[in-house]
C-alpha cells in the first residue's frame, strides 16, 4: 500500500542544494540511442521511474544496456531487430513517443503504444503525426498503437514547418532528420534547453546542424552514427522550484551549479521581480529568499489585467516555461496582492488549485485556465491526495513546506517521475518530512 507523505512546515531552509538533471533532456537522449550501432554513455542519471522505463524499453528492443551504476550508463543499440515499442512500458510513459523519430530512420517503421504519463489537457499526438506526414511518413492509429511508416521515397530536402512549437516532435522529428541522408529545415521548432541538449547529441553522433537554441533548424543526417557520450544540465524546473522553496521558508540557499546563463538566466530576473534576493557566485546561484514577497506592478514589466494585478502566463522559450507555472501558483500565496495566472497551454494544467484552497490558499478560477489568486496567506495543512501531474505535484509539496502546520499528502509517489530523492534532499536543508502508513 503506498504511503502518506507528512510535512511539518515553517522551517527556513539553508545549506546547499544540486538541481536534478534534466529529466525532459534525458528521455529523448536515450531514445537517440537507437540510431546508432556503436555505443552511447550517460553520465549523472537519476534513478527516476520515466529513466528506468526507458531503459527497459531499450533493453526489450535488443540493445545492450549497462546501468549497474546509474553514473555512467551505457546503451548499445546494434543488436535491435525490431521496430515495437512494449506496451507496459510504453503505455506508462509519455516519452514512449520518443522512440518514433529514430526507429523510422533505422527501420522505415515504428510501432508507438500511445503514451501515458502525467494528463495535462488534450496532450495528442497530433503534432508528431503532422511533422512526420511532411516527410512521407504516414501513421496509422489501431488497437492503442501509432504505427509509422515511411511510404514515399527519401527525397534530398524537406522543409517542415510545425504546427505548434511542440518539444517532443521537435525532439522526434530532429532525430528522424539525423538518421536519414538528407536535408531538413524545420521552423517554429521548439528552442528549450534539453531540445539544444539532444541536438547537441546528434551533432557528436555526426548529424551536421545549424540554428541551435533558435525556433528555425538545419539538420543534415546520415546513416552510419558515431558513438556518443551525454551528460546532463541541471534542470531548470528544479531551479525554479528550489528558488521558491526558498522563498516561501524565509530561508538562504545555494545552488550549486545552477549558474547557466542560457538555462536559469530568464528565470533569475523573473524571480527577482517577486522581491526574491539572487545573486550569482561563481557556477552557484544564492537565494535570499528573507525579504517580503511583492510584485511592484509599476516597475516589474509583468502584463497587466487590471489595476494592480499583474498577469503571469507561460511562453515557449525562452519564455517562462509552463512547467513551472503550478509552483508559481503556491508562490502567488504568499505574496502581496492579487496575481492572474494564466495557463493557456492546457485546458486542465489549473485543476490542482483545489488542493491548494483545501490548504488555505485563497484562489479563484476565473476559467479552466485562468486563476486569480490572493496573498499572502498562511496555509492551515490538512490532509490532500497529489494531483497526478509531476509539477501540481511539486506545487503541494512546496506549499506543505510553507508554514508550521502539517499536511498529510496521498498518492504523492508521482512526484518521483522527476525528483526521485526530493525527500531526502529537503530533509538535508531542514525540512521535516516522513513517510507514514496509508
Known amino acids: 500500500m503506498p504511503n502518506i507523505l507528512k510535512i511539518?512546515?515553517?522551517?527556513?531552509?539553508?545549506?546547499?542544494?544540486?538541481?536534478?538533471?534534466?529529466?525532459?533532456a534525458m528521455l529523448p537522449a536515450l531514445a537517440a540511442s537507437v540510431l546508432t550501432s556503436d555505443t552511447v554513455t550517460y553520465h549523472n542519471l537519476p534513478k527516476s521511474t520515466d529513466v528506468v522505463r526507458m531503459l527497459d524499453a531499450l533493453r526489450i528492443l535488443g540493445a545492450e544496456v549497462d546501468d549497474h551504476d546509474f553514473s555512467l550508463i551505457t546503451v548499445n543499440c546494434k543488436n535491435i531487430k525490431t521496430y515495437e515499442i512494449d506496451s507496459i512500458n510504453g503505455n506508462a510513459m509519455r516519452s514512449s513517443i520518443l522512440f518514433a523519430g529514430p526507429l523510422l530512420a533505422r527501420f522505415g517503421k515504428a510501432r508507438i503504444p500511445l503514451p501515458g504519463g502525467c494528463v495535462l489537457g488534450r496532450r495528442s499526438i497530433a503534432a508528431h503525426i503532422d511533422a512526420f506526414a511532411k516527410v512521407g511518413v504516414t501513421t496509422e492509429i489501431s488497437d492503442g498503437f501509432a504505427n509509422f511508416e515511411r511510404t514515399t521515397p527519401l527525397l534530398k530536402h524537406y522543409s517542415i514547418w510545425m504546427m505548434e512549437a511542440s518539444v517532443t516532435a521537435t525532439e522526434n522529428i530532429a532525430m528522424y532528420a539525423a538518421g536519414c541522408e538528407a536535408e531538413f529545415d524545420i521552423t517554429e521548432a521548439a528552442a528549450e534547453p534539453h531540445v539544444t541538449q539532444l541536438i547537441k547529441l546528434l551533432e557528436e553522433m555526426g548529424a551536421t546542424v545549424s540554428g541551435l537554441e533558435s525556433n528555425k533548424l538545419c539538420i543534415t543526417g546520415k546513416n552510419v552514427f558515431a558513438s556518443a557520450t551525454f551528460i546532463p544540465e541541471p534542470d531548470q524546473i528544479d531551479i525554479a522550484g528550489i528558488i521558491i522553496a526558498t522563498a516561501i521558508t524565509k530561508g538562504k540557499l545555494v545552488v550549486k551549479g545552477a549558474n547557466i546563463?542560457?538555462?536559469?538566466?530568464?528565470?533569475?530576473?523573473?524571480?527577482?521581480?517577486?522581491?526574491?534576493?539572487?545573486?550569482?557566485?561563481?557556477?552557484?546561484?544564492?537565494?535570499?529568499?528573507?525579504?517580503?514577497?511583492?510584485?511592484?506592478?509599476?516597475?516589474?514589466?509583468?502584463?497587466?489585467?487590471?489595476?494592480?494585478?499583474?498577469?503571469?502566463?507561460?511562453r515557449p522559450w525562452p519564455g517562462f516555461p509552463v512547467d513551472a507555472l503550478p509552483s508559481v501558483v503556491t508562490l502567488a500565496c504568499k505574496t502581496h496582492g492579487k496575481t492572474l495566472i494564466q495557463n493557456w497551454m492546457y485546458e486542465t494544467g489549473l485543476d490542482f488549485i483545489r488542493e491548494l484552497n483545501v490548504l488555505g490558499a485563497n484562489i479563484f478560477m476565473a476559467d479552466p485556465q485562468r486563476v486569480i489568486?490572493?496573498?499572502?496567506?498562511?496555509?492551515?495543512?490538512?490532509?490532500?491526495?497529489?494531483?497526478?501531474?509531476?509539477?501540481?505535484?511539486?506545487?503541494?509539496?512546496?506549499?506543505?513546506?510553507?508554514?508550521?502546520?502539517?499536511?498529510?499528502?496521498?498518492?504523492?509517489?508521482?512526484i518521483k517521475r522527476r525528483y526521485p530523492e526530493i525527500i531526502d534532499v529537503y530533509r538535508k536543508l531542514g525540512a521535516t518530512i516522513e513517510e507514514i502508513a496509508a
Request: glycine share 12%; charged share 20%.
Open 373 to 414: 489568486v490572493t496573498g499572502p496567506i498562511n496555509f492551515t495543512g490538512g490532509k490532500v491526495v497529489s494531483p497526478s501531474i509531476i509539477q501540481a505535484a511539486q506545487a503541494i509539496f512546496l506549499a506543505a513546506l510553507a508554514d508550521p502546520v502539517e499536511t498529510k499528502i496521498e498518492s504523492w509517489e508521482v
Open 261 to 314: 546563463p542560457r538555462v536559469s538566466g530568464g528565470l533569475v530576473q523573473f524571480f527577482q521581480k517577486w522581491n526574491i534576493g539572487i545573486t550569482t557566485s561563481g557556477e552557484d546561484l544564492i537565494i535570499d529568499g528573507t525579504k517580503d514577497l511583492v510584485i511592484n506592478c509599476a516597475e516589474s514589466g509583468f502584463p497587466l489585467a487590471g489595476d494592480d494585478l499583474p498577469k503571469v502566463s507561460p
Open 8 to 24: 511539518t512546515g515553517g522551517k527556513q531552509l539553508s545549506g546547499e542544494i544540486t538541481p536534478v538533471p534534466n529529466k525532459n
